[in-house]
């Protein structure tokens, strides 16, 4: 069971961004893919999610061995991928649990109780370390960084996806949304989800161990390690890190 990505290639607007990245996410493992910025990490993300702008040109995406790269991306999220939205809608008078049930609604084609998911919502938050009222903010309006995370953790607790991409560009995460976002990503891959997590964020890294540690450069993954790698990019960086170990 994985989220398996081989071979791919993508463009944007013409030009070639991710050269033939192949990587494999499985359930009950975290997969962090490190590297500088513009190496191609969030147009990974965005093409397995679907995005339209991005173009791939080459390669396959299957989803416990079923092929996703061609469905539009209401139809991955059908079958089990999540991927954290950069850019929160803010939609004043609609609350988040309300969002989040409409969501839940999408995904599983189904109209469930208010109240029913209310409750499964109250115990998600609770789980998450998450004081309640959160659940009564208004979607999206005036969130910080850590409000993101934190909305994004309640997705995936309830959105129960098989697999989670976290493309997780904030640098400036209080400790409590530190530790919202490490105890969701921990319980999920508990649960048996898997997780595609791209961070340059090393404290993160003290919270949730990886399973495996990819660097990408220029839209190709040119070193793989566990976990010990990030510690070796975190003391030496990128510029110090020569080719000569890719796999
Ligand atoms: N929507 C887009 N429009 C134009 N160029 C893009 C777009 N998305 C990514 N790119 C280009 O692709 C390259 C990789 O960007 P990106 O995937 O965002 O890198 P990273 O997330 O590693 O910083 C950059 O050169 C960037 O300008
Ligand atoms: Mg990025």
């Known amino acids: 069971m994985s989220l398996d990505i081989q071979n791919l290639h993508v463009r944007v607007k013409e030009k070639e961004i991710l050269r033939g990245v192949s990587l494999c996410v499985e359930k009950n493992k975290v997969v962090v893919v490190m590297g500088p910025n513009g190496s191609g990490k969030s147009t990974l993300a965005n093409s397995i999610g679907g995005h339209p702008t991005y173009d791939i040109t080459g390669g396959v995406i299957t ?131 898997g997780v595609l997590l791209i961070t340059h964020y090393h404290r993160l890294l003290e919270y949730v161990t990886p399973d495996a540690v990819l660097i990408m450069e220029q839209g190709s993954i040119v070193q793989r390690g566990g976990k010990e790698l990030a510690k070796k990019i975190e003391r030496d960086g990128y510029a110090n890190d020569k080719k000569h170990d890719i796999t």
């Open 63 to 193: 989803v416990d061995g079923e092929p996703i790269h061609t469905l539009p991306p209401d139809e991955r999220a059908k079958k089990g991928v999540f991927l954290s939205m950069q850019y929160i809608p803010e939609i004043p008078g609609v609350s988040i649990a309300h969002f989040l049930r409409t969501a839940y609604n999408s995904v599983f084609d189904q109209t469930v109780n208010p109240l029913k998911f209310y409750k499964i919502l109250e115990e998600k938050a609770k789980e998450l370390l998450l004081d309640v009222s959160f659940l009564k903010r208004d979607m999206g309006v005036g969130f910080s960084g850590g409000e993101k995370k934190k909305l994004e953790m309640l997705q995936l607790s309830v959105l129960l996806p098989k697999y989670a991409i976290l493309d997780e560009t904030d640098s400036g995460l209080d400790v409590d949304a530190l530790r919202t976002v490490a105890c969701g990503i921990n319980n999920f891959v508990a649960a048996g989800g």
